[in-house]
């Protein structure tokens, strides 16, 4: 359980950091998102280019280790009768989660997750329909145009297995709420 709650922190963390620095782009001008400034991210500079294609690797390791750990906290929430959670201060240590006895906390952790899908097909829409076109010194067109093709495809393996994780989390949750 402790694994899959650093995991889902770790992204919880950067998805807002991800939406803050954004709003705070638009905020200023989109100069981020025309490319005409790059942004100092914790001491990297990340240029509008390499954002899209870094998140989406990321994002996708993020989606299939959150299905393989949720499908393990399932398979032993089954067998085991649901004592592995006999330590329930750790599940209410954990603020935004899908264990969480408030709704609101609950839609807030699965909104954010949904959010990871939004920036993922947002990146992918902007790399093929040029909305955003590279900086020719950066990066050719057909090169961007790829990342945005592989995000699409990111973003299609993805979904099945973020259903899976979202089913696998629901039945935990039930296992929780029966003991």
Not at 22 to 46: H, P, Q, W, Y
Not at 56 to 79: N, P, Q, Y
Not at 84 to 104: A, E, N, Q, R
Request: glycine residues 6%; proline residues 3%; aromatic residues 16%.
């Amino acid at each position: 359980m402790g694994r899959t709650m650093k995991t889902w922190s770790a992204f919880v963390v950067a998805i807002c950091i991800l939406n803050l620095t954004l709003m705070i782009d638009i905020l200023s001008g989109l100069t981020f998102l025309r490319g005409e400034n790059a942004i100092d991210l914790a001491g990297f500079k990340v240029v509008r280019e390499a954002l899209s294609a870094t998140y989406g690797i990321l994002f996708s390791v993020f989606v299939a280790t959150v299905f393989l750990e949720s499908r393990l906290l399932k398979d032993r929430s089954s067998f085991l009768d649901g004592s592995i959670y006999s330590g329930g201060s750790m599940l209410d240590l954990w603020f935004l989660s899908p264990f969480s006895d408030f709704l609101l906390l609950r839609k807030i952790f699965w909104l954010l997750f949904i959010d990871g899908f939004i920036f993922l097909a947002g990146f992918s829409i902007i790399h093929l329909t040029l909305t955003f076109p590279p900086d020719s010194a950066r990066m050719g067109t057909p090169v961007y145009m790829l990342i945005g093709a592989v995000d699409a495809i990111f973003f299609i393996v993805c979904a099945p297995f973020a259903y899976r994780t979202y089913q696998n989390l629901q039945h935990v949750r039930s296992m929780l709420s029966a003991r």
